[in-house]
């Protein structure tokens, strides 16, 4: 990862002291090169930024928030396409778990929708990244929460009644001790009492 300035240091600084802690000296040794070592640094990297962090609270805990300046447009402008898609990412996964804690008018939120819709437009303009998603991904995110919670209350139900697979959908299901079994698929879910 570049050397990342203002609102994105800020989270370039966190990533780098997560990312520290977690390469060992034994792992550092093994590594032999530096080449080697910024490898694995950045395979941590990436690890942490999809599935190490709830970036919901890391945002919700920091006081760097602000609305984006110049200086950020410029520096987005220069990130490369693996740098933009994992800010891309942070971005899109604080927004969802805001929106799923229906906080998508915090200041927090609307800050980072305004990082996102800039992350976005600069993705747009790279023809080698033509195959993510148009539009903006927070409405139509905040548009199906009502159809996800529904599901959600439908699976939660299914497993008290046993009146629908949480898998399949169908409803050709038996009891089987603490679990539930579709006839169907075959697959087990556990009872909710």
């Known amino acids: 990862m570049l050397e990342f300035k203002g609102f994105f240091g800020e989270i370039g ?16 040794l093994e590594c032999g090169t530096v080449k080697a070592y910024a490898h694995k640094r950045s395979e941590i990297e990436r690890d942490l930024i999809r599935s190490g962090i709830n970036w919901h609270t890391f945002f919700e805990s ?12 410029e520096f987005i402008a220069t990130l490369n ?6 800010m891309l990412y942070i971005m899109i996964s604080a ?5 799923d804690a229906f906080e998508e008018t915090s200041l927090n939120c609307q800050i980072l929708h305004a990082f996102y819709l800039l992350l976005k437009s600069e993705m747009e303009l790279r023809p080698n990244l033509s195959f993510m998603p148009k539009g903006d991904g927070f409405l139509d995110y905040l548009e199906s929460r009502e159809d996800r919670l529904k599901r959600i209350d439908a699976k939660q139900k299914a497993r008290i ?17 603490n679990n539930w079994q579709c006839l169907d698929c075959g697959k087990y879910f556990r009872k909710k009492q």
């Open 95 to 99: 927004q969802k778990r805001y929106i």
């Open 13 to 28: 600084e966190y990533l780098l002291e997560m990312v520290t802690g977690k390469i060992s000296d034994k792992m550092k």
């Open 161 to 177: 009644e046993g009146n629908l697979c949480i898998f399949c959908e169908s409803t050709n299901i038996r009891s089987n001790g």
């Open 62 to 73: 920091c006081d760097f928030m602000r609305m984006p300046t110049e200086e950020d447009k």
């Open 81 to 86: 396409n693996q740098d933009l898609m994992d």
